[in-house]
């Protein structure tokens, strides 16, 4: 997980700029025949800077969003649970 390189505009791109670790996988199913996609997925384990550990899942399922708006979603996600754990504000 920790040598996942795709799809780095999920989970990872919430912990920009940080000195935190992620180990992730992702996940990306089809449209079904309403034209929504079935899962857009991201999860794995982020190590703190100060060596602590969590882990985070973000599924999102019926969608019929662009894959770049599901992903920022991911993102912001990521972001907001790495700020909430590390007592971080947002500027």
């Not at 997980?1 to 999920?10: F, N």
């Not at 997925?41 to 982020?46: E, K, L, P, S």
């Not at 662009?66 to 500027?91: N, P």
């Amino acid at each position: 997980m920790l040598a996942c390189t795709t799809e780095t505009d999920r989970l990872p791109a919430g912990l920009a700029n940080t000195e935190a670790v992620i180990g992730h996988k992702t996940g990306t199913g089809d449209r079904n025949e309403r034209g929504e996609r079935i899962g857009f997925n991201d999860a794995g384990f982020v190590r703190m800077p100060d060596g602590e550990w969590y882990t985070i899942a973000v599924f999102i399922r019926d969608s019929a969003q662009e894959e770049a708006d599901d992903a920022r979603t991911i993102a912001e996600i990521s972001e907001a649970v790495f700020r909430h754990i590390s007592g971080l504000k947002k500027k």
